[in-house]
């Protein structure tokens, strides 16, 4: 079994930033796909950012430019970077995991999940 931890989200007025970590505990993580999500109250999961076990990335264009993600596999650990931070940011934020998802933005290609951390950005 995968767990995943995420670290880091708070209350930030717009503008500022935020870094989320995200611990895997399986020591196959350097072959994970892994996903970052959102979901605001009354609101769909929506999928944020995801890197491949190669590195590379995908974003939603509302992020896109503001977000960075990353992974370091001698941490175990993936990252979300969020700069210029807006109110419409605010929502709980979860890492994904899975081992065949892709560079996939949908939360249906993902088998484990976080606990999730809020963000709040005032405006």
């Known amino acids: 079994q995968v767990q995943l931890v995420e670290s880091g989200g708070g209350s930030v007025q717009a503008g500022g930033s935020l870094r989320l970590s995200c611990v895997a505990s399986r020591y196959t993580y350097s072959r994970f796909y892994f996903g970052w999500f959102r979901q605001a109250p009354g609101q769909e999961r929506e999928g944020v950012a995801a890197?491949?076990?190669?590195?590379?990335?995908i974003y939603a264009d509302s992020v896109k430019g503001r977000f960075t993600v990353s992974k370091d596999n001698a941490k175990n650990t993936q990252y979300l970077q969020m700069n210029s931070l807006k109110p419409e940011d605010t929502a709980m934020y979860y890492c994904a995991a899975d081992f065949w998802a892709g560079r996939s933005l949908s939360a249906g290609a993902y088998n484990y999940w976080g606990q999730g951390t809020q963000v709040t950005v005032s405006s």
């Open positions: 890197i491949a076990h190669d590195g590379s990335t």
